[in-house]
């Protein structure tokens, strides 16, 4: 009887233990935003940009603030984040001047005063490089983003879930190979299905980029992006880091105990800043398997001398924008065979202030709460039971408690 009361605390206590930890972690972020997405602002149809330039503005509404994500190309494909602490902020483009050789003051968010934080990431190159030895790598000439042929965005666009594609065509070498940019924007914290299941928020959009038939051009060729960012900031000698944050739980994304983070480079005055996250991780399926996962490493980021080619840049930033860069390596080798079918995928987060933080998954916290709570508990019940026999042999023995 006593064994079945000392379980069911046990079971009773543990559950709550689990429910509370699980209660503060999931319903800490409630946060939302009213998301709505629009194609080529202020152009009605049918007045269209040319081809291979387009405009997809997405507008995230919070209670006293408004975030613009815009994902352009023209250019080496960008994201640009735009904070505004006003909820009817609204962006201007003077598409004359835009579709002109010099773009410059053609993208505004009025009113200006609004605006907190600027800041755009760039994807700029496609590097291979030669893995001669384990020693010794040569760097093959890269595909310049700026060069694909970049489809209209309108006909990917989702206005129910907020997503859309934009995709690149190269036909130097190989006539099929493409890039794809899967965004997505959300409007409260959640996670998608799909690996690598990064956590998001209210504040963040992903992308997935889609690397589709791009012949090695030698047996033992590695890929590589290279990303930059462009933010608005007085001090010149800014310089960024890439931190790494290990976990012990990978329920999310099997294999995988690490998440990158950069934060864009910012003046201290910036409240919300631009970042940047995501899982040293590349997929070789579109559904993947766990043995299609690939790891990836990043370089440091470089303090770079020129604005990367992208026509929203100029468009945006008034100033000379400081520019930074680091190039993400996949780390895989495949073999040039003509028929085979060469995928990676791989994922990263875009948005403003603080990236969102894996706390542990509830597998992870009821297995701890098990772990740490099972002897607790049993030491808690087992001294209360020594207690309780201690007293009633002490009242009932010949000897006085000595105090
Ligand atoms: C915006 O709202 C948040 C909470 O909803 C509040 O903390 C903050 O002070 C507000 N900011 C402004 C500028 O009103
Ligand atoms: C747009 O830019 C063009 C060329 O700079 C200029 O002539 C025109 O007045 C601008 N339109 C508006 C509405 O500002
Ligand atoms: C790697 O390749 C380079 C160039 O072919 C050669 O000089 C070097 O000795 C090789 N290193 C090893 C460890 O094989
Ligand atoms: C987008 O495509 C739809 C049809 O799919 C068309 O009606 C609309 O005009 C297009 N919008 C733009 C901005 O091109
Ligand atoms: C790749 O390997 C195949 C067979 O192993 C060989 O015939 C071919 O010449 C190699 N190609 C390059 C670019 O080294
Ligand atoms: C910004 O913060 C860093 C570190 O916190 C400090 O070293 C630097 O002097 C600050 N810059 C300004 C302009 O306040
Ligand atoms: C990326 O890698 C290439 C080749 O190694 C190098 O030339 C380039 O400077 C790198 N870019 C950045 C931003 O580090
Ligand atoms: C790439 O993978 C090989 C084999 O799996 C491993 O030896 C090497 O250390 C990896 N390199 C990086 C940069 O992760
Ligand atoms: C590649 O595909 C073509 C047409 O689909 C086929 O004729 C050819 O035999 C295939 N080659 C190999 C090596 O599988
Ligand atoms: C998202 O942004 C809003 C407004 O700036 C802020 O109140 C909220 O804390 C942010 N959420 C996260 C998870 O950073």
Redesign the pocket.
């Known amino acids: 009887m006593s064994a079945f009361k000392a379980y069911y605390s046990i079971y009773f206590t543990l559950s709550l233990i689990v429910y509370c930890v699980n209660g503060f972690v999931w319903h800490g972020d409630t946060f939302t935003r009213k998301v709505s997405l629009e194609m080529n602002p202020g152009l009605t149809p049918p007045s269209a940009p040319p081809p291979g330039i387009s405009m997809l503005h997405a507008r995230a509404l919070g209670r006293n603030d408004t975030l613009h994500f815009l994902l352009c190309s023209g250019g080496a494909p960008a994201l640009m984040l735009i904070h505004t602490h006003s909820t009817e902020s609204i962006l201007k483009v003077n598409w004359t001047k835009f579709l002109s050789s010099d773009p410059v003051g053609s993208v505004k968010v009025e009113p200006e005063s609004s605006v907190q934080y600027r800041g755009a990431l760039v994807f700029t190159r496609l590097w291979e490089y030669d893995e001669?030895?384990?020693?010794?790598q040569e760097v093959l000439s890269p595909y310049e983003l700026q060069d694909f042929a970049w489809e209209d965005v309108n006909k990917t666009v989702d206005y129910t879930h907020h997503t859309a594609q934009l995709c690149g065509r190269h036909t130097y070498y190989s006539s099929q190979a493409s890039l794809c940019l899967h965004f997505s924007l959300y409007e409260s914290s959640g996670r998608e299905t799909a690996w690598p299941g990064l956590l998001h928020n209210a504040n963040s959009s992903q992308l997935r980029i889609l690397l589709k038939d791009f012949i090695p051009r030698t047996n033992q060729s590695h890929f590589g992006l290279e990303l930059q960012t462009v933010s608005e900031a007085s001090e010149p000698g800014l310089q960024t880091q890439v931190h790494i944050h290990k976990s012990i739980d990978d329920e999310y994304t099997p294999s995988i105990f690490q998440v990158s983070e950069w934060v864009w480079p910012h003046d201290n005055s910036s409240s919300t800043v631009g970042f940047s996250q995501w899982k040293p991780v590349v997929y070789k399926k579109s559904v993947p398997a766990i043995e299609d996962a690939v790891p990836c490493s990043h370089s440091e980021p470089i303090s770079l001398p020129q604005a990367p080619p992208s026509r929203i840049i100029p468009a945006c930033f008034a100033q000379n924008p400081l520019t930074h860069g680091l190039n993400v390596t996949f780390n895989m080798t495949t073999v040039p065979t003509p028929n085979s079918t060469h995928f990676l995928s791989w994922t990263m987060l875009a948005g403003f202030g603080t990236p969102p933080s894996d706390f542990f998954s509830s597998l992870v916290i009821g297995i701890m709460a098990i772990g740490l709570g099972t002897p607790l508990v049993l030491l808690v019940v087992g001294g209360v039971y020594i207690c309780v026999r201690k007293r009633k042999r002490d009242t009932f023995g010949q000897y006085e408690s000595i105090n």
């Open positions: 001669v030895n384990s020693t010794a």
